[in-house]
């Protein structure tokens, strides 16, 4: 009885731990090799917020013929861009009101802007006082968090213009073998609060989601398989089931002995 006892549970424990493979894959409801499929995929404007970083540099010509920066606000020293550090104090801050305090402009009101509105707009203000110039303007301060079940879980700066939800993933590492991939958090600070999606990274359709291109300051959590707390109770379980089947065996033997 014990040995069948014993077979049992660790059957049980056994099949509780399996992971098919099938959950582990993304987007494994794509069409076979050599199938082809189309996603609209809109990546959305991000407006620009108090507190961003913005890297805005003017360049035109001086009156010695030579082409020279007139703003060069993010443009660090080096390789000292890196760093967030340098980007904070060389950058252009957006402050509580949504203001920048630009050269030749004065304060500026920068929020509600896209970073191409912005552009287009400080660039035909600047005209006005150097003809033919170039502006451009980027924002330094893309930050993006990934935690829950991944494999290096933390706080990242992403130096692209876009950035999915895969990428974003697979800076952190990738999901862990324990991570739900079927139930991506995406949480989304706006205007108007926080507003969160749900993303199944097994399922195609995440290609077209609103959420599929992350904005700054976007969390990503990925939930954790329930057979995780199982697996890392399973000593304390299998030493629980030793002891039931060992006080329930030397009752037996009590029993059958006293019976005689």
């Known amino acids: 009885m014990k040995q069948i006892t014993f077979l049992l549970s660790a059957v049980l424990l056994i099949a509780a731990s399996c992971t098919s493979q099938k959950k582990l894959a993304y987007l494994n409801n794509l069409p076979e090799t050599n199938g082809e499929e189309y996603f609209t995929m809109d990546v959305p404007g991000y407006k620009i917020q108090p507190r961003d970083i913005l890297y805005i540099t003017l360049r035109a010509m001086n009156t010695e013929g030579m082409i020279q920066d007139f703003l060069s606000g993010g443009r660090a020293s080096g390789t000292s861009m890196q760093f967030e550090s340098s980007q904070y104090i060389s950058g252009y801050d957006v402050d509580s009101k949504g203001n920048i305090n630009l050269p030749v402009l004065g304060e500026f009101k920068a929020e ?149």
């Open 112 to 260: 509600g802007f896209t970073i191409e509105e912005l552009r287009d707009t400080l660039q035909s203000k600047f005209l006005k006082n150097y003809p033919n110039s170039t502006l451009e303007c980027k924002l330094l301060s893309f930050k993006f968090t990934v935690i829950g079940e991944i494999r290096t879980p933390g706080t990242y700066v992403n130096y692209n213009n876009y950035l999915t939800v895969l990428e974003a993933i697979g800076r952190a590492g990738g999901i862990g073998d324990y991570g739900k991939r079927d139930r991506i958090l995406v949480v989304r600070p706006t205007e108007r609060g926080t507003k969160t999606f749900r993303l199944n990274l097994h399922d195609k359709n995440i290609l077209s989601s609103e959420a599929y291109f992350l904005l700054p300051n976007d969390v990503v959590i990925v939930e954790t398989e329930r057979k995780k707390i199982f697996n890392m109770n399973m000593p304390t379980i299998s030493f629980a089931i030793s002891t039931v089947t060992g006080i329930l065996t030397t009752t037996l033997l009590l029993i059958n002995f006293f019976g005689k």
